[in-house]
């Protein structure tokens, strides 16, 4: 059973361009949802998080919009830059022990320069 | 630099062997977790251990085992390899682990069981 859907799989866009992936949950006692950032040979590296009284948290050119009717949420690479290629991963995790993410599969961006 | 050690970088074995991966977490953190990652199940937890004790278990197989030591570092430990075992396995740090700590990951240890 997969809690945690992320799509799309791949994305390429030009530079400048503003990637957007989209992730989805379904346990509702989440109530912590981070973002990763993997670059080849890396380990995963928060990139940004968010809670769910928010609808949306900027840091920098990452933002990361939330809805916690739909139980969705999606982050958003402003201005992306061929640095940003990498593999973004989405989590969602939840207190009452020790807020271990569980990740979507990931989602392999290109920037093209 | 995460500040996270995994050793080694690369291991490759056979089916049936035994293998100890390493992890020494960054200065100061206390807990120390484990993360498979592979092509089909993605990134998935593991074990988590704080300050010695095991805290959070995942989806850990029984061959599999690990232990936190006094001085903080971690080995964990895959018996009976099989070929469904090959992955890249992550060890993170964090401070405390009790709420939603940054976890820092290591450059992890992949493993190929031929």
């Known amino acids: 059973q997969q809690q945690v859907k992320q799509s799309p799989q791949s994305l390429i866009v030009q530079k400048g361009g503003i990637p957007i992936i989209n992730c989805a949950y379904e346990?509702?006692?989440?109530?912590?949802f981070p973002w990763y950032q993997q670059f080849p040979g890396k380990g995963p590296a928060l990139l940004i998080a968010?809670?769910?009284?928010?609808s949306e948290k900027k840091e920098g050119r990452f933002t990361i919009s939330f809805n916690k009717s739909a139980k969705q949420f999606s982050l958003h690479i402003m201005d992306s830059q061929p640095g940003d290629s990498a593999t973004y991963f989405c989590a969602a995790s939840r207190g009452g022990g020790s807020y271990i993410p569980t990740f979507g599969r990931g989602t392999s961006l290109i920037v093209h320069p | 630099d995460s500040g996270v050690t995994q050793t080694p970088k690369h291991l490759i074995t056979a089916t049936g062997q035994r293998v100890t991966l390493r992890c020494s977490p960054r200065?100061?953190?206390?807990?120390v977790y484990w993360y498979q990652q592979s092509l089909d199940q993605g990134l998935q937890f593991l074990i988590q251990y704080y300050n010695g004790e095991e805290r959070a278990k995942g989806n850990i197989l029984e061959r599999f085992s690990a232990q936190q030591f006094p001085d903080l570092h971690s080995e964990l430990n895959l018996s009976s390899l099989e070929l469904g075992d090959s992955a890249l396995y992550f060890c993170?740090?964090?401070?405390?682990?009790?709420?939603?700590?940054?976890?820092?990951f290591g450059a992890g240890t992949r493993l190929s069981v031929l």
């Open positions: 968010i809670r769910p009284d928010v």
């Open positions: 993170a740090s964090s401070v405390a682990g009790g709420g939603p700590d940054i976890q820092y």
């Open positions: 346990n509702t006692a989440f109530d912590y």
């Open positions: 200065s100061g953190d206390l807990s």
